[in-house]
């Protein structure tokens, strides 16, 4: 059974950075393909970025530039890293592990951003 457990979530000034980490119990992030998604007050939740088992990343336009995804192997951990923040990036960000038909669920890290 694969557990999730992310950190690194808090409150922020706008323009500030937050490193976002999801560490990877029962199985290697490698062999799935991780992601993280955001939920904001009132809305679905959304995806921000996926890291692919090949080591491909892909970031959602909204937030392309700004942030980063990448996979520290001996950790066993992937990472968002979020720069320039806006309040509009305030949300709750989920870390997501998906190899069919198994779908994975951290339970979540606060991301707060004041103007």
């Known amino acids: 059974q694969v557990s999730l457990v992310e950190s690194g979530g808090g409150a922020v000034q706008s323009g500030g950075s937050l490193r976002l980490s999801c560490r990877v119990l029962g199985g290697r992030f490698s062999d799935y393909m991780m992601a993280w998604y955001r939920r904001t007050p009132g809305e679905q939740c959304t995806s921000v970025a996926t890291?692919?088992?090949?080591?491909?990343?892909n970031i959602t336009d909204s937030v392309n530039g700004r942030f980063v995804i990448s996979g520290d192997n001996p950790e066993n951990t992937v990472y968002l890293e979020m720069n320039n923040l806006k309040p509009e990036d305030t949300a709750v960000y989920y870390c997501?592990?998906?190899?069919?038909?198994?779908?994975?669920w951290g339970r979540g890290t606060q991301v707060t951003v004041s103007s």
């Open positions: 890291l692919s088992p090949d080591g491909r990343a």
């Open positions: 997501n592990a998906k190899q069919w038909p198994y779908s994975y």
